[in-house]
């Protein structure tokens, strides 16, 4: 069902026309884009931070369903933001690496 679904998704999103949105939302999507991989590595750790929270507050089940409307959209977030840094700081790595290597 998962590879299904993500197959029409992808089919949806690539048989778009982009050219009526405006070059920022453009941007933004390719940089969200971009982080989706990496927010989806670690995203265990906001799930296992958040869930386990949930989990103490709101031990049955099904008074935790309603929760999900904000803790998934936290999680996503976090994920999205923590991916943003990582890739900066691999960034700035990969910029430090090129100086000290063109210094040699």
């Given at each position: ?10 089919v949806?999103?690539i ?6 949105f405006s070059?920022?939302?453009i941007k ?8 989706c991989?990496?927010?989806y590595?670690?995203s265990?750790?906001?799930?296992n931070?958040f869930?386990?929270?949930?989990l103490e507050m709101v031990?049955?089940?099904?008074d935790?369903?309603p929760?999900?409307l904000?803790?998934v959209?936290v999680?996503?977030v ?12 691999q960034a ?12 040699k």
């Amino acid at each position: 069902f998962n590879v299904v679904l993500a197959t029409l998704v992808f089919v949806f999103l690539i048989n778009r026309d982009y050219s009526k949105f405006s070059d920022k939302w453009i941007k933004f999507l390719k940089t969200i884009s971009g982080l989706c991989f990496a927010s989806y590595l670690v995203s265990w750790i906001f799930d296992n931070y958040f869930y386990s929270i949930l989990l103490e507050m709101v031990p049955k089940m099904t008074d935790r369903l309603p929760y999900y409307l904000i803790i998934v959209p936290v999680v996503f977030v976090c994920s999205l933001l923590l991916s943003y840094v990582v890739s900066k700081v691999q960034a700035f790595i990969e910029f430090i690496s090129k100086k000290l290597t063109k210094a040699k």
